[in-house]
């Protein structure tokens, strides 16, 4: 198990290195030039220093270079001199946001808690409500409430969340005023009515993307459950005599909770992805508005470093996934 | 079907390599208890959602295609003293802060979704199929494409298709004109970054047939390779394909609103459903409606081809078929 982590390790870093290849490539086709807000008053020799000043001079091959150089090497060791207080880093040059003419790392650390807060939350209340809705659709196959849960689950496949998130909003902010339509991320939690109103603005959000999480896990949850309640060992543990509870909750829950955990942590990533919209309906300023914005103000080093940053989460989860299916299930063995 | 049918087993009596029969002629030839095409229609209709889901996206597809034609107001048209006007028998769903009649509006919009969600499946399916069966097929292949979808399932697809928007969008309007030209690039960056899935599923459908007698027998008597992969190996495939073409629609479609919904899709004066959702929210206050009736026409049609497609595997998996 431990070999095929480690080999798995060492094969994520050329396929992350090709993939940041590829996004830096992209990127170098991109038509748009961050000089094009500058005034044209500006000469163009000026222009040219400026050009520079944002390390545009270099040949692209120099420049992926440097920008993988200041990723893998410079950035952690910021991490380090941040968390211990060392001077590694000092003087050295980081990946610059062209917007803001701040390091893009410092950026995304700003934004991280906000897409954690919603999205994690989401994630965790879709997988909790999915977990029972799964088993229970299984254990009663086509009975009203299967048939009620799929029905439920494919209009969770359907409803895309920039109408879901729209639909909340009409309902509960415009019609009924329960809830504020956009989420204020300058609130700080310090008392219970600052908590209830940081819950208030989570709700409609949350909402949204727990809708299709939990759409696609309840499905994966019953599938895997139908797949256990006929094999042989739960007429084995039924005829030796065990209750009903024990039979479903721990003999084929177990056993069914296999794919299922490699689903939820397969998931993990995605969401980060499909958050982009749902942070855009709801105005929550996190990782995916950050893109939506740097791909908008022509920001390349930013939109660089976030692709990369998900594909980073893309492959670790798969790795985690995988180990995850091996650890579980002694019938699997990856040597 | 009649009772004594059902006692036939359908698997192993008919020879795998007629899996598509050329209907008719073959039909009164060999005349088996039932051809397979019939009995995968016999339990496509018994699952009722399938049914009424494809029904009613054979609906949506006459309302946007042929609509135009029975209801010929111009979309574009703008009519500013008929702007923001209630469902009247004039304009049935009401008119845009325009003037424009929201009803023909929808009809272009879905017109242009519906395209864009049958090309870019069609475009993914071709190329997912072609991967897929290369690399089940020829061994020399497998390892490396099996590391190119490998590294195409890594790559984080939305920020991906974003990106390309952003990049790609230029250079192609000015070859094509700008509907064409965003035509073409959403078309390709939806298919571009959605062959995977059908690729691994073909891959392994591929594996498993290729081992069977039949593609034995053919080898035998002297089949090439290209004649062995149209006749004997696609029309075993079939099936998965169809699955995921369906549910392929689906994905397109929501990608390419989403992408509209985020302003980086079609020109604003190109509705799709969409772009139509994505400027109705800015008059969400004022009329909530007008976000209603594109976002419910996505969402029917994506419920209808997943029904469709939760249908058609049901029905293609002959070992459910027959239960």
């Known amino acids: ?335 | 079907m009649t009772d004594k049918d059902r006692l036939v087993p359908d698997e192993g009596l008919a020879p795998a390599s007629t899996a598509v029969p050329a209907a008719g002629t073959l039909e009164e030839f060999t005349k088996p208890p039932q051809s397979q095409w019939r009995e995968v229609w016999h339990q496509f209709k018994s699952h009722k959602g399938a049914l009424y889901g494809g029904l009613l996206f054979l609906v949506i597809i006459l309302w946007v295609y042929l609509g135009p034609l029975l209801w010929d107001l111009d979309p574009t048209k703008i009519d500013i003293r008929a702007r923001n006007q209630g469902p009247s028998l004039a304009h049935p769903f009401g008119t845009d802060q325009l003037g424009r009649d929201t009803f023909s509006r929808m009809m272009a919009g879905g017109k242009t979704s519906v395209s864009v969600g049958i090309t870019a499946m069609l475009l993914a399916l071709g190329l997912g199929s072609l991967v897929g069966v290369l690399a089940g097929f020829f061994k020399r292949l497998d390892g490396l494409l099996m590391r190119l979808t490998d590294l195409f399932l890594a790559l984080p697809l939305l920020p991906l298709l974003l990106v390309m928007m952003l990049l790609f969008r230029d250079p192609l309007n000015a070859a094509f004109g700008p509907e064409q030209g965003i035509f073409i690039l959403i078309v390709v960056s939806i298919g571009v970054t959605s062959w995977m899935p059908t690729a691994r599923i073909v891959r392994g459908d591929v594996l498993a047939i290729k081992e069977r007698e039949f593609v034995l027998a053919a080898r035998s008597i002297g089949t090439t390779n290209t004649k062995m992969i149209l006749r004997h190996i696609l029309p075993n495939v079939l099936s998965p394909i169809m699955v995921s073409a369906t549910l392929g629609i689906a994905t397109a479609i929501i990608t390419e609103s989403s992408l509209s919904f985020l302003g980086l899709g079609f020109p604003p004066d190109f509705p799709t459903w969409g772009r139509l959702l994505f400027d109705a929210t800015d008059y969400l206050q004022q009329y909530p409606e007008r976000v209603f009736w594109p976002g419910l026409a996505i969402s029917l049609t994506v419920l209808s081809v997943n029904y469709l497609g939760d249908g058609l595997r049901d029905a293609l998996d002959p070992r459910i078929r027959g239960r």
């Open chain 1, 1 to 335: 198990m431990l070999t095929f982590t480690v080999r798995r390790l060492v094969l994520a870093v050329p396929t992350l290195l090709f993939i940041s290849l590829v996004l830096f490539l992209l990127l170098e086709f991109a038509p748009g030039d961050p000089m094009a807000q500058v005034p044209l008053t500006v000469p163009p020799e000026v222009k040219e220093k400026m050009r520079e000043a944002l390390g545009l001079g270099q040949p692209a091959h120099i420049r992926f270079w440097k920008w993988l150089v200041q990723f893998f090497w410079i950035e952690p060791q910021v991490l380090v001199d941040h968390i211990f207080g060392t001077s590694f880093s000092a003087g050295d040059l980081r990946v610059i946001s062209w917007q803001t003419r701040s390091p893009v790392m410092d950026i995304v650390i700003q934004r991280i808690p906000q897409t954690l807060w919603v999205v994690g939350t989401a994630y965790v209340v879709g997988v909790l409500i999915a977990l029972p809705i799964g088993i229970y659709s299984a254990y009663r196959q086509y009975s009203w409430f299967d048939q009620t849960g799929t029905f439920v689950s494919m209009i969770g496949f359907s409803v895309p969340p920039f109408f879901s998130g729209v639909l909340v909003i009409v309902v509960f902010s415009v019609n009924l005023g329960w809830f504020p339509s956009i989420y204020d991320t300058t609130h700080k939690v310090v008392d219970w009515d600052s908590f209830m109103i940081q819950l208030r603005q989570m709700i409609m959000p949350v909402m949204v993307l727990a809708l299709q999480i939990t759409a696609q896990i309840s499905r994966f949850m019953r599938a895997s459950m139908l797949d256990n309640l006929n094999q042989d060992y739960v007429r084995t543990a039924r005829a030796k005599g065990l209750g009903e509870r024990a039979v479903v909750l721990v003999h084929v829950l177990r056993n069914s909770m296999i794919p299922v955990v490699t689903v939820i942590a397969l998931g993990v990533p995605s969401i980060f992805g499909g958050a982009i919209i749902t942070e855009q309906v709801f105005k929550v300023n996190g990782i995916g508005q950050l893109l939506i914005g740097a791909i908008q103000a022509n920001d390349l080093p930013m939109v660089q470093t976030l692709t990369f940053i998900f594909a980073v989460l893309i492959v670790l989860f798969n790795l985690i996934a995988d180990v995850l299916y091996g650890l579980l299930d002694p019938r699997i063995r990856y040597d």
